[in-house]
């Protein structure tokens, strides 16, 4: 069974910094794709930063710039380093894996795309 666990979450100040990780296990034979999306208050699940395994990266507009997504598919681990946070940016942010990809286009990928999630970890921005 496959589960992803975030970590990292919390409250902030507007300008800080955060930084979230995620940790994947279980039986996975290969990923093709992981990615952060987040929930902001009122609207829809949103993509912020993906990455394939050949290290091709998407971002959202609103975190180009501010927020880097690193992983290391070896070690199942994923990041997304968030700067120059404002409160906008205040979210439940997912963790996504995907691991039945025809092809690995990264900008081509959509929530479906994704085989498994975690359980999010907040992020509180304040003013």
């Known amino acids: 069974q496959v589960q992803l666990v975030e970590s990292g979450g919390g409250l902030v100040q507007a300008g800080g910094s955060l930084r979230l990780s995620c940790q994947a296990s279980?039986?996975?034979?290969?990923?093709?794709?992981m990615a952060w999306y987040r929930h902001r208050p009122g609207t829809q699940r949103e993509l912020v930063a993906a990455?394939?395994?050949?290290?091709?990266?998407n971002y959202a507009h609103s975190a180009k710039g501010r927020f880097t997504i690193s992983s290391d598919f070896a070690k199942k681990t994923l990041d997304l380093q968030m700067n120059s946070l404002i409160p906008d940016d205040t979210a439940v942010y997912y963790c996504?894996?995907?691991?039945?990809?025809?092809?690995?286009?990264?900008?081509?990928?959509?929530?479906?795309?994704?085989?498994?999630w975690g359980q999010g970890t907040r992020v509180t921005v304040s003013s």
């Open positions: 996504a894996l995907a691991t039945n990809l025809v092809r690995e286009v990264v900008a081509d990928l959509v929530q479906s795309s994704y085989d498994y």
């Open positions: 279980g039986n996975i034979f290969k990923i093709n794709a």
């Open positions: 990455v394939v395994s050949n290290g091709d990266t």
